[in-house]
């Protein structure tokens, strides 16, 4: 998701040098990438309705909502999906009554263009970011832009992004990756990292198997978890949300590791060691939904009363555009 007001862009993340604070009335600014397809038909992950039993909302109202109704004002997407296009463009119309402020969605789909470079599609997520690198550079109305937040469509959360971006700028961090303390059972599946005692990332692991799982065990209370918690979570695993410097950002991705697609096992495990990376936990409700069987059983899980994740809570609430779709019908098969 990347800003795209030239009102509000002189404005995103431009701290006062005697306060450096984060003001609620500025905006945080970010470029979501999709991750890889999945499913026979093609379909993105963020793409594929949730709560499956009534098929009222996609995957991607769980990340886009938080960002238009907490802090950022302006967002872009990139994805590659007439379906997902279709979707942002009935729930996210400024003209059916609903505020999201003064913003507006804009889409940066996929394409190829004459070039040898030009000819591949989105390699990875870092390889997604790579190609719309111009977004900042040639558009004169995004170059004050400081900070970039990076979000990932396949996940199911809430979060106040207000608080993740002044962690970032508090720190000085040239990046800030958010993470949720992890079980055994699932750490496996996720990256990993070790912290100091001061939050920064000394070692990062993208799904680690083995000799290597056990060595990213942490004392997860530095975190700030209680003693038997930190026991039962022993793991800090990334979700995937990341806050930028735009200029370490740019040259991270043109001159440092130009061939690196993947922004989590190749570029974030490459930068630690050289640049400031700090951890910002996240302690609630959150599932990655990018495999079937996690889908499966986060939709299930949204049946239970209460739910661990409520979509109809009236202090938060989740706007969607409904279609009134029969539910899921399985008959002779199974989910992986």
């Given at each position: 998701?990347?800003?795209?007001s030239?009102?509000l862009l002189?404005?995103v993340?431009k701290?006062?040098?005697?306060t450096?604070k984060?003001?609620?009335e500025q905006n945080?600014?970010g470029l979501?990438?999709p991750?890889t397809?999945?499913?026979?038909r ?5 793409e594929?309705?949730?709560d499956?039993y009534?098929?009222?909302?996609k995957?991607?109202?769980?990340t886009?909502?938080?960002p238009?109704?907490e802090?950022?004002?302006?967002d ?9 296009n279709r979707?942002l463009?009935?729930?996210y119309?400024f003209d ?6 003064d913003?507006f969605?804009e889409?940066?789909?996929a394409t ?5 470079a030009?000819?591949?599609w989105?390699q ?6 790579r190609?719309f690198?111009w977004?900042?550079e040639a ?6 832009v400081e900070?970039i937040l990076?979000l990932s469509g396949d996940?199911?959360h809430w979060?106040n ?5 002044q962690k970032h700028i508090?720190?000085n961090?040239d990046?800030?990756?958010s993470c ?12 990993l990292?070790?912290i ?10 993208g799904k680690?198997k083995?000799?290597?799982?056990k060595?990213m065990?942490?004392d ?5 978890l209680s ?13 995937g ?6 200029d370490v950002l740019l040259?991270?991705l ?7 697609n993947d922004?989590?096992?190749e570029?974030?495990?490459s ?8 951890a ?7 599932e990655?939904?990018?495999t079937?069987k996690?889908?499966?059983d986060t939709n299930?899980?949204?049946t239970?009363?209460?739910?661990k ?5 009236p202090?938060?609430?989740?706007y969607t ?7 899921v ?6 989910i992986?």
């Open positions: 998701m990347a800003s795209c030239s009102r002189s404005r993340l701290n006062s040098p005697n450096q984060y003001d609620k945080s600014v979501e990438v991750e397809m999945t499913s026979a093609n379909k993105l992950k963020s594929i309705s949730l499956w009534s098929s009222k909302k995957g991607i109202d769980g886009l909502q938080a238009m109704l802090t950022p004002r302006a872009l997407k990139s994805f590659n999906s007439f379906s997902l979707h463009s009935w729930t119309n059916n009554g609903v505020s999201f402020g913003g969605v889409v940066l789909a190829q263009t004459p070039g040898e030009g000819k591949r989105f990875g997520t870092a390889d997604a970011i190609q690198i977004v900042f558009n004169a109305k995004n170059k004050n900070n990076i996940h199911l979060m992004y207000m608080n993740f971006v508090d720190t961090a990046i800030t990756v949720v303390p992890m079980d055994d059972s699932r750490a496996s599946s996720c990256g990292m070790t100091d005692r001061i939050g920064r990332i000394i070692q990062f692991a680690p083995g000799n290597e799982l060595a065990q942490v997860s209370t530095l975190l700030g003693k038997q918690d930190a026991v039962n979570l022993p793991y800090i695993a990334s979700m949300i990341y806050v930028c410097k735009t040259k991270l043109r001159w440092s590791y130009p061939s690196c922004f989590g096992s570029i974030i495990s930068t630690v060691a050289e640049h400031n990376v700090q910002y936990l996240f302690n609630d409700y959150w990655d939904i990018g079937i996690s889908f499966f299930l899980a949204l239970e009363s209460p739910p994740f409520e979509f109809y809570d202090q938060t609430p989740f555009s409904s279609r009134f779709l029969p539910p019908k399985l008959i002779n098969a199974g992986p």
